[in-house]
T-cell receptor, first 115, second 109 residues
Framework: GAVVSQHPSRVICKSGTSVKIECRSL??????MFWYRQFPKKSLMLMAT?????????EQGVEKDKFLINHASLTLSTLTVTSAHPEDSSFYIC???????????FGQGTRLTVV | GQNIDQPTEMTATEGAIVQINCTYQ??????LFWYQQHAGEAPTFLSY??LDGLEEKGRFSSFLSRSKGYSYLLLKELQMKDSASYLC??????????WGAGTKLIIKP
């Protein structure tokens, strides 16, 4: 099956700094990448959908200037959390789908802690 | 609106059988997914149903009734490693996944 590689798996940063999370599709071309955020014991919350070569589509309530998404190639999508604050601490997961729009393939997730 | 309901937590005994239910209401329907998620890890795919009926895959089976907006995941011969959260997700007409909050399954010896 498809493999999505997400880095870093864990990051601790100081309040006010920026953090970049990368997701790479290793064996297929991901035209669409989904970025999720998950709070403890909560469901996955879709933040945005990124399409290769175009601007990301953000869900209602998600600040696009704070969560910058770039999908410059068919194998790489990045999420940058700018000017991070403690409330941004969460588990961030990227996901894409294979052909046929069925099974979703997830990255390993990134545990972000802002101190 | 779109909504996925599943129990918050269930407890079962090692070696037994457990059924996790899920009801869904989404704008359009392109399939129902079940994922397993261990704490601190990304979800892993378990099953996909788009037609009514039961799909069996080893110890895990998944059932779908589109007319009732209902699905269940059946786990047999439970093992301690099955302790995890089980996420139900419905794919809507835009091929977006709408996620339930997950059911935490606790397996006791």
């Amino acid at each position: 099956g498809a493999v999505v590689s997400q880095h870093p798996s864990r990051v601790i940063c100081k309040s006010g700094t920026s953090v970049k999370i990368e997701c790479r599709s290793l064996d297929f071309q991901a035209t669409t990448m989904f970025w999720y955020r998950q709070f403890p014991k909560k469901s996955l919350m879709l933040m945005a959908t990124s399409n290769e070569g175009s601007k990301a589509t953000y869900e209602q309530g998600v600040e696009k200037d704070k969560f910058l998404i770039n999908h410059a190639s068919l194998t790489l999508s990045t999420l940058t959390v700018t000017s991070a604050h403690p409330e941004d601490s969460s588990f961030y997961i990227c996901s894409t789908r294979g052909t046929g729009d069925t099974e979703a393939f997830f990255g390993q997730g990134t545990r972000l802690t802002v101190v | 609106g779109q909504n996925i309901d599943q129990p918050t937590e269930m407890t079962a005994t090692e070696g037994a059988i457990v059924q996790i239910n899920c009801t869904y209401q989404t704008s359009g329907f392109n399939g129902l997914f079940w994922y397993q998620q261990h704490a601190g890890e990304a979800p892993t795919f378990l099953s996909y149903n788009v037609l009514d009926g039961l799909e069996e895959k080893g110890r895990f089976s998944s059932f779908l009734s589109r007319s009732k907006g209902y699905s269940y995941l059946l786990l047999k011969e439970l093992q301690m490693k099955d302790s995890a959260s089980y996420l139900c997700a419905s794919m809507d007409s835009n091929y977006q996944l709408i996620w339930g909050a997950g059911t935490k399954l606790i397996i006791k010896p």
